[in-house]
């Protein structure tokens, strides 16, 4: 079993629908969660992390997570193309000092 | 200043060249380290630093030196390198914890020829 799972996609989702995006990883320790979006090219940018169990919001996007089903999900309200993009889900594995980067789900936003 | 900075953006070197890629912060972040990311692959950990200390080593071949000159600057050193080495190399900084993330620079392109 990897230790962080995310479908490959590609997900195609229409101009200003919801996007969702999901994530499961294998360590019950795990501490703390991030979502990267990486333009093809271009490097991972950080958009988006959560600790708590539940959700978080900031803007468009809202990170859940469920710490007893491991799994953590982003959602990305009222799609632009401009989202179309690699997402990369990152753990943090019971403190260990570097993330656990998943396969990345590539997301394109049809107009 | 909220930025890490990679030089050179690009490179092309040779199988028996040496060559060194540079990566600096300023937002006083105490861990650095060294991802490489192949096409349509996530970042693949090389190094980590911590307090200028390497911490992790992933079993990168010895083709690969990395060094860290003071809390700011990370360098990783390139000599006798494969095609297969080709790749995007990425540079990151965070806390001393994990806990807020990365913040990654903007990669260096470097094709081996």
């Known amino acids: 079993q990897k230790e962080v799972e995310q479908n490959s996609g590609p997900l195609s989702v229409p101009e200003g629908a919801i996007a969702s995006l999901n994530c499961t990883y294998s360590?019950?320790?795990?501490?703390?969660f991030f979502w990267y979006r990486q333009y093809s090219g271009k490097s991972p940018e950080l958009i988006m992390f959560i600790y708590s169990n539940g959700d978080k919001e900031d803007g468009r996007f809202t990170a859940q997570l469920n710490k007893a089903s491991q799994y953590v999900s982003l959602l990305i309200r009222d799609s632009q193309p401009s989202d179309s993009a690699t997402y990369l889900c990152?753990?943090?594995?019971?403190?260990?000092?570097?993330?656990?980067f998943g396969q990345g789900t590539r997301l394109t936003i049809n107009p | 200043d909220t930025e890490v900075t990679q030089t050179p953006k690009h490179l092309v070197m040779g199988m028996t060249n040496k060559k060194s890629l540079k990566c600096e912060q300023h937002?006083?972040?105490?861990?650095m380290y060294w991802y490489k990311q192949k096409a349509k692959k996530p970042p693949e950990l090389m190094f980590v630093y911590s307090y200028e200390k390497l911490s992790i080593n992933e079993s990168v071949p010895s083709r690969f030196s990395p060094e860290c000159p003071n809390s700011s600057l990370l360098n990783l050193h390139l000599h006798a390198l494969q095609p297969e080495d080709s790749a995007l190399y990425l540079c990151?900084?965070?806390?001393?914890?994990?806990?807020?993330?990365?913040?990654f620079g903007s990669g260096t392109r470097l094709t081996v020829v």
């Open positions: 937002m006083g972040h105490r861990a």
């Open positions: 990151a900084s965070s806390q001393d914890r994990t806990n807020y993330g990365y913040t």
């Open positions: 990152a753990v943090n594995m019971g403190g260990a000092q570097k993330l656990v």
């Open positions: 360590d019950r320790g795990s501490q703390s």
